[in-house]
């Protein structure tokens, strides 16, 4: 099966050369990504990558790019963090549809993990929550590739995270 998924990444002040990085992810077995590096010091790989299950597809491809780019920090991953014009095109339908289904299931749909001019969801838990709910046609694998792509922003956040701190928090959580 082939999985959709992006990373994000911060470069470091070495890998400047965009042709020589470009050619390294190549060379690395990254020739099934969509490379973008419009933005000084950072770089985008959209991947639509074939394997067994999304953890396989996407675990891969992250050793790839690490042998690639041994310096670039993965910053973030996707498809997770999505606003309701996001979620309307994974379940496609209207942006309108999208709002009013949130709306008039505002006491059991996912609560937003930030609201403001604008709102956002982890896109996991709305599926989650859309596909007991009908015959929306979510492409094979969106939700598995969007949960991992969760837990690998968790773990991005989490190495920023003082060991002390961590601890303590962990002990209230219990």
């Known amino acids: 099966m082939d999985f959709i998924f992006e990373f994000r990444y911060q470069l470091s ?4 050369d965009q042709d020589d990085i ?4 190549e060379k690395e077995d990254c020739t099934d990504a969509l490379v973008g590096i419009g933005q000084p010091g950072r770089i985008a790989l959209e991947f639509c990558r074939e394997a067994d299950s999304a953890f396989a597809a996407m675990t891969s491809a992250l050793a790839d790019v690490k042998r690639a780019i041994p310096t670039a920090r993965l910053i973030g991953v996707g498809p997770d963090l999505v606003g309701l014009t996001d979620i309307a095109g994974f379940a ?13 299931n505002a006491a059991t749909f996912p609560v937003p993990v930030h609201a403001g001019s604008t709102t956002l969801w982890h896109l996991d838990e709305v599926l989650r929550w859309m596909m007991p709910r009908g015959t929306y046609p979510i492409e094979p694998g969106t ?11 968790f773990a991005i956040q989490a190495r920023q995270i003082e060991p002390e701190l961590f601890r303590q928090v962990q002990a209230l959580l219990a």
Do not use: P, W
């Open 13 to 16: 002040g070495d890998d400047d």
């Open 92 to 104: 496609e339908v209207s942006r309108q549809n999208m709002h009013k289904l949130a709306y008039n």
């Open 143 to 153: 939700l598995e590739v969007a949960s991992i792509a969760k837990q690998l922003n």
């Open 22 to 25: 470009v050619g390294r992810l």
